[in-house]
């Protein structure tokens, strides 16, 4: 395994009490695989990611549970030997590609500098290792684009850029928050592509953060399900999509629409997700789920075998 | 008679460089061509839906039909009785200052409707007792619940949706979708709803427009365009939405960016990524024939 995080639990103290952004979340992943976390917003997917890579906002911190890279503990390193790792051994890429990239500095430069910091390499060969990085995200005529800025790119070159310089050093962990949440349909599917090739030429480990289900049927062979904090359900992604176990999943596949040549009416789950001061007691999704029983609200489910998935739900309790 | 009805609607958008600079540069004007010889027409109680990529001109018809840009030429006609509009940002378009009591009653006070707030608040699945909280108070799925209260206020016969879904989660989503729904056939309304997503359009809408830089390039039934879509760029659009069936297939992403609308192609738009292009696609723009502006389609060639 590439990535282990076991139990984690993420709090933001605040003046009225502390927060629990994430509650005993549990994970790996293995060379070449791409996990797919999804969620809706406020799940705590991105919070994951950020607590993975050590770029919590002060007050929030990780409470428990710890976080290992090729078995090495990364959750309590110093902040110098963490933004080493960053970058190394951890390359990150985000949503918007115009935060990500220095608007001053043409990409050549930026790649350059961003290689050197972390391999020892010639400036001639950061040089050729950055061409070649280039061509490999598919940016046409390198050597011309090389020289440019980013607003000289269009969205999806920079994310592009973006991915280029994420895998600048030969990370063995990828982390991919929303990527293709800011492109166009045709630009997402070849981002997509992408990602999918890096993981499998690399053999880096992939977590791919999205609300969009279906970016992650095409692209993650596992997916992770968050609600409010939790993982709730986690399994193969045919599986998860084609026989959810969680009540939360149901609906959550029913409620993506999808290209049909009828109209009708989606499956709706009434209500909300609740807010971070009000997650209810035992299981967190039981005032919305429509199987609810006593358990469910004096008990929290941990994740549990359910078919071939696992789910965190009472229903799949071995009676 | 159609409630609404395009006819030939263009838009320019002038985007040239300061005066003192085109003087001393001898640069000219530069105008962006935003929409493009538009015709549509939308049938009472239907919905009519406008895709496309970002920078098509689908909002700019939005916005050019409910009258917050004027046409550069062609004519807008329209035979209902009332528009509103719902926007897609339920954050932005709705003032924070004001109790959802005073947005919803707002419209009623100024067009003297006979509508009541109470009702109004329960028709979209929210409580009376909500009329007294802001804005702030609300998640985002309740803010547009809000917004489609105070559209409805006006009483409308038209509504039209830009991109109204967009910045919801999935099972929000799913719930404003839905009650679009049951209020157009309770109300017997007419929409036209402004969407990137293809999978949303294809929920919601009777006949479907694509856009592409600027023109409609297929305007047909949803059934039609979802079961047999003719021009490429159709094709292209559909083949790449993300499909949870397709898991795990292999797929070939289509090649290509949208052209920047300062430097359009010449002939049609979309010959530079179009597999079929031939010399007359490079060439001669095509026209809008029965459903669908492509020569490769009218010469039968695909």
Partial sequence: MILEVRDLKVEFPSRRGTLIAIDGVSFSIAPGEVLGVVGESGAGKSITGLAIIGLLEPPGRIASGEIRLEGRRIDNLPYEEMRRLRGRQIGVIFQDPLTSLNPLYTIGRQLEETIRTHLPLSASDARQRALSLLKEVGIPAPETRYEHYPHQFSGGMRQRVVIALALAAGPKLLIADEPTTALDVSIQAQIIALIKRVARDHGAAVMLITHDMGVIAETAQRVAVMYAGHIVEIGAVQEVIHAPKHPYTVGLMGSIPRISAEKHRLVQIDGAMPRLNAIPPGCPFNPRCPHRFDRCVAERPDLMAAGASRAACWLHAAA | ?302
């Fill in chain 2, 1 to 302: 008679m159609p409630l609404l009805e395009l006819d030939g609607v263009s838009r320019d958008f002038d985007v040239s460089r300061p005066w003192l600079n085109r003087v001393l540069e001898h640069e000219p004007r530069r105008y962006l061509r935003a929409v493009d010889q538009v015709s549509l027409a939308i049938e009472k109680g239907e919905t009519l839906a406008l895709v496309g990529e970002s920078g098509c001109g689908k909002s700019t018809v939005a916005r050019l039909i409910v009258g917050l840009y004027q046409p550069s030429a062609g004519r807008v006609a329209f035979e209902g009785r009332r528009m509103q509009m719902i926007f897609q940002d339920p954050y932005a378009s709705l003032n924070p200052r004001w109790r959802v009591r005073d947005i919803v009653a707002e419209p009623i006070r100024f067009l003297r409707t006979s509508q009541s707030v109470d009702e109004l608040l329960r028709q979209v699945g929210l409580s009376p007792d909500d009329g007294d909280k802001y804005p702030h108070e609300f998640s985002g799925g309740q803010r547009q619940r809000v917004s489609i209260a105070r559209a409805l206020a006006g009483e409308p016969d038209f509504l039209v949706c830009d991109e109204p879904t967009s910045a919801l989660d999935v099972s929000v989503q799913a719930q404003i979708l839905n009650l679009m729904l049951d209020l157009q056939a309770r109300f017997g309304l007419t929409y036209l709803f402004i969407s990137h997503n293809l999978a949303v359009v294809s929920q919601v809408a009777d006949r479907v427009g694509v856009m592409y830089a600027g023109r409609i390039v297929e305007l047909a039934a949803a059934a039609e365009i979802f079961s047999r879509p003719r021009h490429p760029y159709t094709r292209m659009l559909l083949d790449a939405v993300p499909d949870l069936s397709m898991a795990g297939k292999p797929r070939i992403p289509v090649a290509g960016e949208v052209p920047n609308p300062l430097a359009l192609p010449r002939g049609c738009a979309f010959h530079p990524r179009c597999p079929h292009a031939n010399e007359r696609c490079r060439t001669e723009t095509p026209a809008l024939i029965d459903g669908v502006a492509c020569h490769a389609v009218h010469e039968k060639r695909i």
